[in-house]
T-cell receptor, first 112, second 115 residues
Framework: DAGITQSPRYKITETGRQVTLMCHQT?????MFWYRQDLGHGLRLIYY???????DKGEVPDGYVVSRSKTENFPLTLESATRSQTSVYFC???????????FGQGTRLTVV | AQSVTQLGSHVSVSEGALVLLRCNYS??????LFWYVQYPNQGLQLLLK??????LVKGINGFEAEFKKSETSFHLTKPSAHMSDAAEYFC?????????????FGKGTHLIIQP
């Protein structure tokens, strides 16, 4: 099925551990994005990518790493998880940076 | 830089009443504007979009929004609220002509429908 898929949907990890959130889209969209959603803050951009092998920092990139070796995949890695990274993470894709973005179902991450 | 302000983090209306969710934006270039809806434990779903065609935009589920350049507003309305409209609503702006960093989102408005 066409769309954008995130995995896992739910994850509990311990402080200091590395964790990777996966994102896969089937539209061949050039642009992909990672957001985190927190109460009172709305959606905040972590990283974005305009094409394979091109990534850039968003509003809140500290503590996160991304890669994009293939157009369809855009994994987000927390190198050493902290409690402040407990959040709901959304991946999105779009044809351009200004047009509508299509969102995955989200990953709820809890760092204990 | 562009920004979005949604007035009211929570809006409560009675079932059958008018829904009005307010959104004001700032943008240095003509914007693209969007409304998204988020149901519990789900991702964001596009309700409607404005991309410089008609200023009154109709979306899914009976929602519509009007682009008013003079007021820099893009308020979302629905004539008659239904219980199923209870959700979080986000207004977003994109820069026409580019902007690799995607859309800028407001903080969201939680719509509560009273029976």
């Amino acid at each position: 099925d066409a769309g954008i898929t995130q995995s896992p949907r739910y994850k509990i990890t311990e402080t200091g551990r590395q964790v990777t959130l996966m994102c896969h889209q089937t539209w061949s969209h050039s642009y992909m994005f990672w957001y985190r959603q927190d109460l009172g803050h709305g959606l905040r951009l972590i990283y974005y990518s305009a094409a394979a092998d091109i990534t850039d920092k968003g509003e809140v990139p500290d503590g996160y790493v991304v890669s994009r070796s293939k157009t369809e995949n855009f994994p987000l890695t927390l190198e050493s998880a902290t409690r402040s990274q407990t959040s709901v993470y959304f991946c999105a894709s779009s044809e351009s940076g200004a047009t509508e973005a299509f969102f995955g179902q989200g990953t709820r991450l809890t760092v204990v | 830089a562009q920004s979005v302000t949604q007035l009211g983090s929570h809006v409560s209306v009675s079932e059958g009443a008018l829904v009005l969710l307010r959104c004001n934006y700032s943008s240095s270039v003509p914007p693209y504007l969007f409304w998204y809806v988020q149901y519990p434990n789900q991702g964001l779903q596009l309700l409607l979009k404005y991309t410089s065609a008609a200023t009154l935009v109709k979306g899914i589920n009976g929602f519509e929004a009007e682009f008013k350049k003079s007021e820099t507003s893009f308020h979302l309305t629905k004539p008659s609220a239904h219980m199923s409209d209870a959700a979080e609503y986000f207004c977003a702006v994109g820069r026409a002509g580019g902007g690799a960093d995607g859309l800028t989102f407001g903080k969201g408005t939680h719509l509560i429908i009273q029976p």
